[in-house]
């Protein structure tokens, strides 16, 4: 593909945008054809629907989740339905993608700018480094397996805001503070956080560098930083005064807590090295023409000394972006693959200037390097099903259980799986049985970490208490006509964990239920008829 030639005409720039929707659209194809692509896509859209019938959030239906993904998820099932809702939101997230590759695209142009004014760049240049800034973002965002790259996760959503709040910070506090515009950046992080809360390292981030930039100005710092917190606090007080009135405040907060455990159980030093080494070759390998440029110019721009505020230094901001970025997709030692899109944006605005003067000398060489692990990708979510049973991680058989569901209850019956299987939820399409989509909080299984992947190792210290009278509470006030249990066939890692093993709830299931046969690896137990 070629860039826009002439940065003085309107007609290329338009065809460079509309060559870049094309990017976004035929890369991610895959995910209008399939409705549901991850167990992440499942509880978000599980939790959504149940809002839609009436339930609360946090109170009512429960994931850890900031709020905004849940809604999210909502409207677009409350316009399409279950299914139809889902492939809406899927055209939703590219044009999310989309729609922040152009503001990177802008960013990049006010960073060739600022390159300009040293005659570090010629005429033109921040037109094209726009589009080179653009393409990578959408190009190297899908460079994952589907259930990361094509699924509509927190973080495809969390980068909008987020990247919109760049461009806010950039226009106010370079060359002169403009309160205004960074309360409002500061806003669109509230808002970002709201998707996902590792947004929020972006603030300290804008702190350090205002502070940098006026530091002979000491007042009007400290009047930025008021203005940028002050943003920042406006989304979060009126977040917390919604869920006042929804009656679910201290519910929110509870859960909110979880997630310190849950970063905690992932930062285990005997399991964090080797983590690390499979899923950050996994991420960075398919992308090395992305974070060798991108990592470079970052090198050099730190390890350039020179005045923080004078002309070419905006790329020392960039530069601190990707290292606040890294540090969030740290943070839980998990390293998903979705985590990275918090990094590609820097990376791909860092990367813009290298990738046009490689385009201009060795053209073939990047094409390769987009199009060979685009197309691979591109293929592995086409054959979904194939490849993860030829690597040994087959999906388990949604569809018959979904089936067997059917056929043993009504629409309207309430259905509670044990274990951690989202997706059969939103295949069966049933009310939940119980305010959890999956029992990660009864058992302790903790995603990602031995607890999952290890049969022996003993996960009762992540247990929330609180969750067992929760679920008792549910299964009497609710009566869920089926009870699927996932562990005969060790379905999401639970065959280390039966039911057999939990006297409370083995005792209500013997009183209360009885089987009714056995289908893909999952037991199914029906209400006694009273």
Not at 101 to 114: M, Y
Not at 151 to 159: G, K, L, S
Not at 165 to 193: D, H, K, N, Q
Not at 345 to 351: E, F, G, S, T, W
């Amino acid at each position: 593909m070629i860039p826009p030639g002439s940065p003085t005409d309107s007609r290329s720039k338009w065809r460079g945008v509309l060559a870049l929707l094309t990017v976004c659209l035929g890369l991610r194809a895959v995910a209008l054809v399939r409705p549901c692509l991850s167990d992440d896509e499942a509880t978000y859209c599980v939790v959504g629907r149940e809002m839609l019938a009436g339930r609360v959030l946090y109170r009512d239906v429960v994931d850890h989740k900031p709020p905004l993904i849940y809604l999210t998820y909502a409207a677009t099932q409350a316009l399409g339905g279950p299914v139809g809702g889902m492939r809406l939101l899927h055209l939703v997230s590219i044009l999310v993608v989309f729609a922040t590759a152009l503001l990177l695209g802008r960013i990049a142009r006010r960073l060739a700018e600022d390159r300009g004014a040293t005659g570090l760049r010629g005429a033109g240049a921040g037109d094209r480094e726009a589009f080179w800034a653009a393409l990578l973002y959408a190009v190297f965002s899908t460079t994952l397996f589907d259930f990361d790259s094509l699924a509509a996760n927190c973080e495809i959503f969390m980068m909008l805001p987020l990247t919109g709040s760049v461009v806010l910070y950039l226009r106010a506090a370079v060359p002169e503070i403009r309160r205004s515009s960074l309360f409002a950046a500061g806003a669109l992080i509230g808002v970002a956080m709201l998707y996902k809360y590792q947004a929020g390292v972006q603030l300290p981030l804008y702190c350090i560098h205002l502070a940098m930039v006026h530091r002979r100005r000491p007042g009007r710092v400290l009047q930025g930083w008021l203005a940028l917190g002050g943003g920042v606090l406006l989304v979060a007080a009126a977040c917390a005064g919604v869920m006042h009135l929804a009656g679910d405040l201290g519910d929110a907060w509870f859960w909110f807590r979880f997630n310190f455990a849950y970063i905690r159980e992932g930062l285990k030093l005997s399991e964090v090295a080797v983590r690390a080494a499979g899923r950050l070759s996994y991420a960075i390998l398919p992308a090395l023409f992305l974070w060798v440029l991108g990592v470079r110019a970052a090198a050099r721009t730190l390890l350039r000394r020179s005045e923080p505020a004078s002309p070419g230094r905006l790329e020392r901001f960039f530069a601190g972006w990707l290292l606040v970025s890294a540090l969030a997709t740290m943070v839980g030692g998990r390293f998903f693959g979705h985590y990275f899109y918090q990094v590609v944006a820097p990376l791909a605005l860092l990367a813009a200037a290298g990738a046009r003067r490689l385009w201009l000398s060795r053209r073939a060489l990047v094409v390769s390097a987009l199009a060979v692990p685009a197309g691979l990708f591109f293929l592995q979510g086409v054959f979904h099903g194939r490849v993860m049973a030829a690597v040994g991680q087959p999906d388990p058989d949604y569809p018959a259980m979904a089936a067997f569901v059917d056929a043993h209850c009504r629409p309207e019956d309430r259905l509670i799986i044990w274990g951690n299987a989202p997706v059969l939820y939103f295949e069966a399409d049933r009310p939940l049985g119980s305010r959890f989509v999956f029992s990660n909080y009864l058992t302790g299984l903790s995603p990602a970490t031995r607890t999952q992947s290890d049969p022996t190792a003993d996960s009762s210290a992540n247990v929330v208490g609180e969750s067992w009278s929760m679920l008792e509470h549910d299964l009497q006030d609710r009566r869920p006509r089926l009870f699927v249990d996932t562990s005969p066939g060790n379905i999401g890692s639970y065959g280390k964990y039966p039911t057999a093993k939990y006297p409370r709830l083995q005792a209500i299931l013997d009183r209360d239920y009885v089987s009714i046969g056995q289908i893909a690896g999952a037991q199914v137990l029906v209400l006694r008829d009273r």
